[in-house]
């Protein structure tokens, strides 16, 4: 079955955000929006306009030393880390720049950070970038690695968010369901309405992309 994705242009960028309607799962719930972040995450000139929106969120006063980038967003990372370095962002490392590194995934879902990318995290401040919050399950151990491993959050940010708020940070987000997407639904697999009204699957997503049946 080919997924049909619909264009929803940002009320501040010429951004879109490009989904699709259906029944959705992934490792952690059932959706009936697929939200295609593919060209955002990988044309230069969409991750560009995406960095732009998210940098101009965060006040200069935010000392970012260290991008943490999940999902797949190292592009959108890197240009984030250029906008912040031109705007005159602080930070606190002798170099004057901004890491953009990208986390391990341990067979537990936990992140990992081998000793060579470490540093880029100890005793830093970090900002998480995602592709999307929608749970905050992965979000949320972003920040918990981060502490675990010494460094400092500073901040959530994503292109689409469905929630507001993830350990004690605002969810910075280009979309979310407040303004974008007021239907959207995530639920666990065993209650799904979707499932339980007979509703077959139309696709699998990750941070990957999408699989459709």
Do not use: W
């Amino acid at each position: 079955m080919a997924i049909q994705l619909i264009k929803y242009p940002s009320p501040n960028s010429n951004l879109p955000l490009r989904v699709a309607h259906g029944h959705f799962a992934t490792s952690h719930s059932h959706i009936n929006y697929y939200i295609d972040l593919t060209m955002t995450k990988h044309r230069l000139s969409e991750a560009r306009e995406a960095a732009v929106e998210l940098a101009a969120a965060f006040k200069p006063s935010t000392i970012i030393d260290t991008i943490l980038c999940l999902d797949g967003t190292e592009v959108i990372g890197a240009c984030m880390a250029s906008e912040l370095t031109r705007a005159g962002f602080m930070n606190m490392n002798a170099h004057r720049t901004i890491y953009v590194v990208t986390p391990e995934h341990t067979s537990g879902s936990q992140l990992l950070f081998r000793d060579n990318l470490a540093p880029m995290i100890v005793g830093k401040h970090v900002l998480v970038l995602a592709a999307s919050v929608t749970t905050g399950y992965t979000a949320k151990a972003a920040v918990e690695a981060i502490r675990y491993y010494s460094g400092i959050a500073v901040g959530i940010s994503a292109i689409y968010s469905c929630v507001e708020e993830c350990e004690g940070f605002p969810i910075v987000s280009i979309f979310n369901t407040k303004n974008d997407l007021m239907d959207y639904e995530s639920h666990d697999s065993h209650d799904c309405p979707l499932c339980k009204a007979g509703v077959k699957l139309d696709a699998l997503v990750n941070a990957h992309g999408i699989s459709s049946f």
